[in-house]
């Protein structure tokens, strides 16, 4: 994080670092449904494969989730704002545009799919469980590997833009132990 003249992080390196952590976050979870949930799930028959899917998106939608999920643009956002003067303000730029890709696929794709799913009823009384899962799956795997690939992109943005921030200030106990006599 950058410093100011006390010595202390500035507000705009703590929302830097806010950022990257929500991301983090965001990217993991479609991380981990890419790597782990949608594949396990796949072993599963179809009636289990729409309980389980449908409890996850129910469950899912909670503050905790909702605060790094929503948090994450925001937060982008307030940086791209407090950083529009710096050198390194096009990967906080870059970042934003992927955060707001990744949630533009969320809401028209992959949250639409997850609402039909949910309104093919109970998953023991669907006629053609095999029918609702096939109209589903494969879309929304595909699209959840792009959403991950753009969060990872976001981050990795991020990342280099606080990496860059705080090469941009350097501390000042370094600054002022460079010039004094114990330093040469």
């Known amino acids: 994080m950058t410093e100011n003249s006390t010595g202390r992080p500035t507000a705009a390196a703590g929302v830097l670092g806010a950022a990257t952590v929500a991301t983090g976050l965001v990217a993991g ?13 796949a072993r599963s028959d179809d009636r289990v494969f729409i309980e389980v899917m449908v409890n996850i998106n129910d469950v899912i939608q909670n503050p905790v989730f909702f605060l790094s999920f929503l948090g994450a643009p925001v937060l982008t956002t307030v940086s791209a704002r407090q950083l529009r003067g710096s050198p390194h303000r096009r990967w906080v730029w870059a970042a934003l545009a992927a955060c707001v890709l990744a949630l533009l696929v969320t809401t028209v794709v992959n949250v639409p799919l997850n609402d039909r799913l949910a309104d093919a009823g109970d998953p023991a009384r669907i006629a053609d469980p095999a029918a609702v899962r096939e109209r589903f799956e494969d879309t929304w795997v595909a699209w959840n590997v792009v959403r991950a690939l753009l969060s990872t992109v976001a981050l990795a943005c ?13 501390s000042a106990y370094l600054a002022s132990a460079a010039g004094s006599r114990a330093s040469r």
């Open 29 to 41: 979870v479609f991380y981990i449904f890419a790597c782990d949930v949608m594949p396990s799930l």
């Open 158 to 170: 991020l990342a280099r833009a606080l990496f860059l921030h705080r090469g941009a200030y350097p």
